[in-house]
């Protein structure tokens, strides 16, 4: 028997099984998941670094007409705007009269990027939602009915699909709806019943991973992906 020509043939067919391995293998192979954005190294409320990163940052809201113009835009530099009642998509009060009071309901459209992985994933959703509170980030979890946790906020509806991947951009499109008083300082004008508006999202399984019962996660801005907080809307003529 010749061992030397065994032991040859043993190896050719050794290193066929692996190539042929090699090859499977490579046709399974997963895309690369692309590296988080430096803007996910956000922050908790007291400016300490987040257990987990951001997966987004707002860009900027729009506020459209009724005819989808847009009015105004809100960005993290630029937080006061002024929206006009009669170009709102609905508006309860077309008169002038002092005392009277009236609401406006305008789209707003929310630009939303991308820029980590989820830290866990969704069950249901993204949930988007804002305040009306003047401490804005810092509204806590206080449940408005048992087994709520969204606390001190409104949901703009169902759950949202946030889908696109690292470093793309979605527009979320929903409806606000903005109460005034006619008042008289220096002439007849709407004057604005809610000073301060700030908007969240939430990813609906990290928002619960974080040590809500201890500062600084107890405060909202410190379990959202990313907020928007303090604006001030005004309603004009």
């Avoid at 609905?90 to 939303?112: L, S």
């Avoid at 709520?148 to 759950?159: A, H, L, N, S, V």
């Avoid at 040590?211 to 992906?225: I, L």
């Amino acid at each position: 028997m010749n061992t030397r020509n065994f032991s040859t043939k043993g190896c050719h067919l050794l290193l066929l099984s692996l190539f042929v391995l090699a090859l499977s293998c490579t046709d399974h192979e997963l895309p690369e998941t692309p590296d988080n954005l430096p803007e996910s190294k956000c922050k908790a409320v007291d400016g300490s670094d987040r257990l987990y990163p951001c997966e987004f940052i707002i860009e900027k809201i729009d506020f459209l007409s009724k005819d989808g113009a847009v009015l105004a835009t809100v960005t993290a530099d630029a937080q006061s705007i002024g929206i006009s009642r009669f170009q709102a998509k609905t508006n309860t009060y077309a008169g002038n009269v002092e005392g009277q009071t009236g609401a406006a309901t305008f789209d707003i459209r929310i630009r939303i990027k991308r820029v980590a992985s989820p830290s866990f994933p969704v069950n249901v959703g993204y949930l988007i939602g804002y305040t009306h509170n003047s401490s804005g980030k810092r509204i806590l979890h206080t449940p408005s009915s048992p087994g709520d946790t969204y606390g001190e906020r409104i949901k703009f509806g169902d759950p949202v699909t946030l889908d696109m991947a690292i470093g793309e951009s979605r527009d979320v499109t929903v409806s606000m709806l903005f109460p005034y008083k006619i008042e008289n300082f220096g002439g007849l004008r709407p004057i604005t019943i809610i000073t301060s508006t700030s908007f969240f999202i939430d990813n609906d399984e990290t928002t619960l991973a974080l040590p809500r019962a201890t500062y600084p996660y107890s405060q909202v801005g410190s379990v959202v992906e990313a907020y928007i907080e303090k604006i001030y809307i005004g309603i004009t003529n």
